[in-house]
C-alpha cells in the first residue's frame, strides 16, 4: 500500500512539472499570435552606448546580462544584429549590444553614460525612420527571448522575401514587458555603428583594387593582341586603294618565283637584289656562245679547245701530247715536206 501511495506521488509530481512547462511556455509566448507588418517602428531617434561584439548570436547573452547590471532597472536594452547567420560564418557575425540613454531627444543620465564608457562602451546616435518591418513580442521571462528568436525570426525572413523588401539590419529593444523586433527600410547606413562602417569601406576598397587589377589585365592583354596582330598582318604599309580593294576581295597578290638562292646568298655575299638583278642578267644572255678567236701562231704548244671537244678531252690531249705537237686544231705539219726557198 504505501509503496502505491509513493508511486502515485512520483506520477502527480510527474503531472504538475508537466502542467508547469506548459503553463511557463504559453505564459512566454509560445502560442503567441505574430503579427509582421510594415510601418513606423515603435523607436524614435535614440542614443545609445553599444559594445561591438563578433562572434555567435547566441553569445549575446552574458553582454546583455552585463548591460542591464551597469543601468538602471527599467532600461532600455537594444541588439543590432548585421550579418545573416545563414551567409556569413557564426566566428564572422557582427553584432552591438547596449542601453538606451535618450530617446526622441530626452535629457541623458551622465552617471549612467559615464559608467558605461568607463566599461568600454562607445556612444552613437540612431536616426528615426518612417518606415521599418516590425513587430512585437511579449517578454515575460527568460524563455519567452528563446521562443521569440525561434519564432519571430523566420516570419520576418518570409515576410521580406514576400514582400520583395530591402530591410536590414535587424534590432531587437526590450523594453520591459515586451520585445519590439524591427528591421529599418530606409536610413539604413546610419544603423550601422562605426566599427562596421569602416569594415564595410575595407571591403569596398579591396573590391574596387581587384576591379582594377582585372580592367587593368584586360587592358594589357588587349594592347598585346593588337600590337601582335599588326605585326603579323604585314610589315609594309598598306595604301587606302589597296585597302579598300582588299576589302572588296578584288585585291590579288602575285609572288614572283624565286629559284633556291645560291651559296652566295646563304653565306651574305649577295643581297636578295643582287640576286635578282643576276637572274636578269642570265636570262637576258643567250644559252649559247661562240668560243673566242685566237690567230694561231703554229707554234703553240697548248691545244684549244673546241665546242665540239669537252674540257675534259681537251685536258687528256694535253696530256697526251708531247713537244712536237701543235697547239693547232689542224693536221700537223712535217718541216721536211716545206720546200727550201733560195735567196
Known sequence: MAELLLLAGIGVLFLCLIFTLLALLLLSGLFETIEVKTGKPPLGEVVIAYKFCRGPYKECGPVFTEVCGLTPQGQKTVGIYYDDPEVVESHKLR?????????????????????????????????????AVNTTFPYRSALSILIAVWRVYPRMHNYVKEHKLCAHPYMEVYDGGSIYFMAPLARQNE?????????????????DEDDDSSVDDSVSASRETSYSRSVMDGDMPISDSESEAEEEGETTCTVPEIECPSEE????????????EEKDRDQSTP????????QDSGFSSELTPTPQMSPLKAEEGGKASDGNDSGSSFEEISMENIPKTIS
Not at 123 to 130: D, E, I, Q, R
Open 265 to 276: 646568298l646563304l653565306k651574305g655575299e649577295l643581297t636578295p637584289r643582287e640576286l635578282l
Open 287 to 294: 644559252d649559247t656562245c661562240e668560243p673566242p678567236m685566237f
Open 191 to 207: 544603423f550601422y555603428v562605426p566599427e562596421v562602417q569602416e569594415e564595410e569601406e575595407r571591403a569596398d576598397e579591396g573590391d
Open 95 to 131: 553584432y552591438v549590444v547596449g542601453a538606451i540613454l535618450s530617446e526622441d531627444g530626452s535629457e541623458i543620465d551622465e552617471l549612467v553614460q559615464h559608467k558605461l564608457v568607463q566599461c568600454g562602451y562607445k556612444v552613437a546616435k540612431l536616426p528615426s525612420v518612417t518606415y
